[in-house]
């Protein structure tokens, strides 16, 4: 009975504590709002920043990893020998081929992957979706289950099959069987559904059709995919080395061997990074630069953390040797800040979860993630949570013995306790400069990019696509000339946005040397009209006129500099005489070097390179992009018409740098309203800690402005100190970044001085009121007070 009257003491002695350590908490947060609301703000934005950017850079990274032996399925590719290249689509043959060849391989299959444009009638258009045609062994090695139906769809081209996701996208239920779906004006009878993948694929698909059988004995057809896993104990090592010296031509009747050419195994959970990285809307460089973005900003928020935390500790240390003097043990003093930490922390967690809703939609759109990402988010921030209580305890643990051994020995306390305080507030200069002059330095590039010169005019030009017929294009370029705001309008290769591509090589040339490989350049049909149009320069030589004879040619200066002609003009290529150079222009990426380019004359009845090309008032373009629309559904329904201008083209090159700038943008405006908080509350606790020290020093004769000055030469201090350290950090990052890019800018040299003015003006507007407030309050009264 005794114990258990005793164990009963224990608990309500243990409520009242926990109690106790709460009010204390509690009241001493509400004294100290701003810094409270600072510490909070700043610890959530770190932690939603950082999940966030987790959260992206891990759906990234598992795309295809939920398959079946995913850890030994491979995408087979073709290389000319060079690391940088391979080609995926491959004729549907080579499945089998290497099947034969290697028996390392457990499964194999080959498979069609594109876009269709559906519809369920001739006005009801759904858009473009997701589809795959392939046969039974695709179905076999990726575990395709069917959900209702039959797989008859395999054998009969005339019928298809929806995934679940697909059937509700177009007709808003899985109850579809037997209905027809329209892709490109055929019809098709829906005899299955298909269950939905469990996780992200770079082969997601809505619909799935059977492989014409005329293709399957095509050697000549390169349209497919082929995936192939190995059995659990294979060396993909030598199974890769037997593939680079592979010959293919004997086999199937397929014939790519060639000098330099060879297969290569590319890994499935690794394909969205390389084969796939052009069709990305930010590759994964930017998205790991996200997150080390977002850990920046919580070591930035942390070290704000434990910059005020030690400097409450310091303001109380009267209430902490009254404590000790009243029989509180270390542990009790411990236990009263662990307690507020505990509030901190869930106040930042509750504010986190806020922000986290507010972003999530958005965050959403630009990450591509299509499943919800509260539950990875929430998890992430809790394990941060966790890791920020472990490492503040000790940190509380420190201190609270320190000023416990010191608080009774008033000579014991030292000029240089406020060293990590100052420390830690140069951390925050130093972070802030540095994100600043990273995202400075980017607007900068793409602003350089956006407006630097190609080598081609760029502004008012558009290309229009349509699937229609000749009659309807004849007539669309008919009424595009009667329009006020069309210059001109002709039918001929499109620069830029680029719609056909006619790959070439250059094999021999004069002086060539014995050693010398091909060049590999893009193939333009096109001449003096085509130069006009998009005011490409000629350089040398004269340009292809109709009266040239088509052994004539013109080169850029890229494929001069490549067979290392100093004087191409008149000399032989392949059997081709170089009439003329055109100044080299852009028409790939930025990070792409200028392609080497040959002009050609083709036959006037070769359809190639026959595009609709219009030059415009850039101001009309919605409304060419309507007029274009509202004509081609006019004429021919099942018909579409697009419009790109050279300009929306060229910004989609850009369209990562515009992302990053965006997750720049957001880092940098939490990394400035961080260090404003901090460095604000940081202020009130100092010019609080010193009050003494400011009424001694006006009593001495000292005036305000003489004081406010002080403060801000010790602060200017730490700020130039920070910025010695963040620039060359800065500079040799952004130096790596922009060394990425053909075309870049003069170093801005005054963007230091920029950086540094502008957070002067900011550590002024900062410091200004609290220090103000101090050095007007009566020293008389301050001093005795303390």
């Known amino acids: 009975m005794r114990i258990q009257h005793e164990k009963v003491l224990y608990k309500t002695s243990m409520n009242m504590m926990f109690l106790h350590y709460l009010k204390s908490a509690v009241r001493s947060l509400m004294k100290y709002k701003v810094q409270t609301t600072a510490s909070m703000i700043g610890l959530a934005l770190g932690f939603v920043c950082f999940a966030l950017s987790a959260v992206w850079v891990r759906y990234e990274q598992t795309f295809d990893s939920f398959h079946r032996g995913a850890d030994r399925m491979y995408l087979l590719g073709v290389t000319n020998g060079s690391d940088d290249y391979m080609s995926v689509i491959l004729p549907f043959p080579m499945a089998e081929a290497v099947r034969q060849m290697l028996p390392e391989v457990e499964?194999?299959?080959?498979?069609?992957?594109?876009?269709?444009?559906?519809?369920?009638?001739?006005?009801?258009?759904?858009?473009?979706?997701?589809?795959?045609?392939?046969?039974?062994?695709?179905?076999?090695?990726?575990?395709?289950?069917?959900?209702?139906?039959?797989?008859?769809?395999?054998e009969n081209t005339d019928e298809i099959a929806l995934t679940e996701e697909g059937a509700r996208k177009i007709f808003g239920t899985t109850e579809v069987l037997g209905r027809e779906v329209y892709c490109w004006d055929k019809?098709?009878?829906?005899?299955?559904?298909?269950?939905?993948?469990?996780?992200?694929?770079?082969f997601?698909?809505?619909?799935?059709?059977?492989?014409?059988?005329?293709?399957?004995?095509?050697?000549?057809?390169?349209?497919?995919?082929?995936?192939?896993?190995?059995?659990?104990?294979?060396?993909?090592?030598?199974?890769?080395?037997?593939?680079?010296?592979?010959?293919?031509?004997?086999?199937?009747?397929?014939?790519?061997?060639?000098?330099?050419?060879?297969?290569?195994?590319?890994?499935?959970?690794?394909?969205?990074?390389?084969?796939?990285?052009g069709s990305m809307d930010i590759s994964l460089y930017y998205i790991r630069l996200f997150s080390a973005l977002g850990l920046l900003l919580i070591i930035l928020a942390l070290v704000n953390f434990f910059s005020m935390l030690v400097s409450r500790m310091h303001v109380r240390r009267r209430e902490l040797a009254l404590r000790i003097a009243c029989g509180s043990s270390r542990g009790g003093l411990t236990g009263v800040f662990l307690s507020e930490l505990l509030l901190i922390l869930s106040g930042a967690g509750l504010l986190g979860m806020i922000l986290?809703?507010?972003?999530?939609?958005?965050?959403?759109?630009?990450?591509?993630?299509?499943?919800?990402?509260?539950?990875?988010?929430?998890?992430?921030?809790?394990?941060?949570?966790?890791?920020?209580?472990?490492?503040?305890?000790?940190?509380?643990?420190?201190?609270?013995?320190?000023?416990?051994?010191r608080q009774l020995q008033p000579a014991a306390v030292r000029s240089g306790?406020?060293?990590?305080?100052?420390?830690?507030?140069?951390?925050?200069?130093?972070?802030?400069?540095?994100?600043?002059?990273?995202?400075?330095?980017?607007?900068?590039?793409?602003?350089?990019?956006?407006?630097?010169?190609?080598?081609f005019e760029r502004d008012g030009r558009a290309t229009i696509r349509t699937n229609g017929s000749e009659l309807l294009q004849a007539h669309l370029l008919h009424e595009l000339q009667k329009q006020p705001y069309v210059s001109e309008v002709k039918r001929m290769y499109s620069l830029f946005p680029q719609i056909d591509m006619l790959d070439m090589a250059v094999s021999s040339w004069e002086g060539k040397p014995d050693d010398a490989e091909q060049v590999p350049c893009l193939g333009i049909p096109e001449g003096e009209k085509f130069l006009k149009f998009y005011e490409l320069r000629l350089v040398a030589g004269s340009t292809l006129t109709e009266q040239s004879d088509s052994c004539s040619v013109m080169i850029n200066e890229s494929l001069a500099r490549k067979m290392d002609m100093a004087d191409p003009v008149g000399k032989k290529i392949d059997g081709w005489t170089i009439v003329g150079v055109v100044r080299d222009f852009h028409v790939s990426a930025p990070t792409v070097p200028v392609e080497p380019v040959i002009f050609f004359k083709l036959d006037a009845s070769i359809p190639f390179g026959k595009n609709i090309v219009v030059r415009f008032d850039e101001s009309y373009t919605d409304r060419l992009k309507h007029f274009v629309d509202s004509l081609v559904r006019a004429e021919e329904p099942q018909a579409y018409g697009s419009v790109y201008t050279a300009r929306e083209a060229y910004e989609e090159y850009l369209h990562g740098e515009r992302t990053l700038q965006k997750l720049l943008m957001v880092v940098a405006l939490a990394c400035v309203l961080i260090t404003l908080i901090g460095v604000f509350a940081h202020v009130s606790l100092v010019c609080e800690q010193r009050r003494k020290e400011i009424a001694i020093r006006k009593v001495n004769g000292a005036t305000a402005a003489g004081i406010f000055r002080s403060f801000l030469k010790e602060y200017f201090a730490l700020l130039?100190?920070?910025?010695?350290?963040?620039?060359?950090?800065?500079?040799?990052?952004?130096?790596?970044?922009?060394?990425?890019?053909?075309?870049?800018?003069?170093?801005?040299?005054?963007?230091?001085?920029?950086?540094?003015?502008?957070?002067?003006?900011?550590?002024?507007?900062?410091?200004?009121?609290?220090?103000?407030?101090?050095?007007?309050?009566?020293p008389a009264e301050v001093i005795k007070s303390e």
């Open 107 to 154: 499964d194999i299959a080959a498979f069609s992957f594109g876009w269709e444009e559906v519809s369920i009638s001739a006005d009801r258009k759904i858009g473009s979706l997701e589809r795959i045609l392939c046969d039974t062994a695709f179905v076999r090695m990726f575990d395709i289950k069917l959900a209702s139906g039959s797989w008859s769809f395999l």
């Open 187 to 202: 019809a098709y009878r829906i005899s299955a559904v298909l269950s939905d993948w469990a996780g992200h694929s770079n």
């Open 204 to 277: 997601s698909f809505s619909l799935i059709g059977a492989i014409e059988e005329s293709e399957k004995d095509d050697p000549i057809m390169h349209s497919y995919y082929v995936c192939l896993r190995l059995f659990p104990d294979a060396d993909r090592q030598k199974v890769s080395a037997r593939l680079k010296d592979l010959s293919l031509k004997n086999t199937a009747g397929l014939s790519i061997k060639k000098p330099g050419v060879g297969m290569r195994l590319e890994p499935l959970t690794d394909c969205r990074h390389t084969v796939f990285r």
């Open 356 to 405: 986290m809703e507010t972003v999530e939609k958005p965050f959403s759109a630009l990450s591509g993630i299509g499943e919800s990402i509260r539950l990875p988010v929430a998890v992430c921030m809790l394990l941060l949570m966790a890791f920020t209580f472990l490492i503040t305890w000790g940190v509380i643990v420190f201190y609270c013995r320190r000023i416990a051994a």
């Open 417 to 455: 306790r406020f060293v990590f305080q100052k420390v830690c507030l140069g951390m925050q200069f130093g972070i802030c400069a540095l994100v600043l002059f990273c995202l400075s330095f980017l607007l900068l590039q793409l602003r350089y990019l956006t407006h630097t010169d190609l080598g």
């Open 720 to 778: 130039l100190v920070a910025c010695i350290i963040a620039f060359p950090l800065g500079s040799v990052a952004m130096q790596n970044w922009v060394e990425r890019y053909v075309e870049r800018m003069a170093w801005p040299w005054w963007l230091y001085a920029a950086i540094l003015v502008g957070l002067a003006l900011f550590v002024v507007l900062c410091i200004g009121r609290s220090v103000w407030r101090a050095v007007r309050e009566n």
